[in-house]
């Protein structure tokens, strides 16, 4: 069976948390579909990020540096293209797993499919800090 998976967020300044989400997709999935935060659903959602389109522009470098093909897409809400019928899987971080189980009741609620999450463990960085753009006081460094 092709696995068809989405994963979203802000993906400000490309960190290794990231990278990893985006390499377990990759390793799981036939196609990607990355939703990427609008800059006004980043402020609403209190991030504070760099442009849309510099973010986009990151992605698209490690996409490339890693020969691989993703569609990204605007974000401007939290569930975004993910109740589509063509998605069976969706790849999170522990911080957002929450998220993608709300996404499957609502799927089901539509009388669609259950999305298989892959969760994926918060990265740890060198001093022993879980990697959350949303953890570090709201910079996205």
């Given amino acids: 069976m092709e696995v068809n998976a989405c994963l979203g967020g802000t993906f400000n300044n490309l960190h290794e948390g990231h990278k990893k989400l985006i390499e377990t ?3 799981f999935a036939d196609s990607v579909l ?3 935060s609008s800059d006004e659903f980043a402020k609403k ?6 442009s849309y389109e510099q973010r986009k522009q990151q992605l698209e470098q490690f996409l490339s540096q890693n020969h691989w093909q993703a569609e990204i ?3 401007n809400d939290p569930i975004g293209p993910a109740l ?3 998605f069976n ?3 999170v971080s522990e ?3 929450g998220q993608a189980e709300k996404i499957n009741q609502e799927r089901i609620n539509r009388q669609l499919h259950s999305l298989t999450i892959l ?3 918060m990265y740890i960085d060198d001093n022993g800090d879980k990697l959350s753009s949303s953890l570090l006081n709201n910079t996205g460094e």
């Fill in 25 to 27: 997709a990759f390793k």
């Fill in 34 to 36: 990355i939703g990427l």
């Fill in 45 to 50: 959602r209190g991030k504070k990020a760099v």
């Fill in 73 to 75: 897409i605007e974000l």
């Fill in 84 to 86: 589509e019928p063509r």
């Fill in 89 to 91: 899987a969706i790849i």
């Fill in 95 to 97: 911080e957002t797993r």
């Fill in 119 to 121: 969760t994926i463990p």
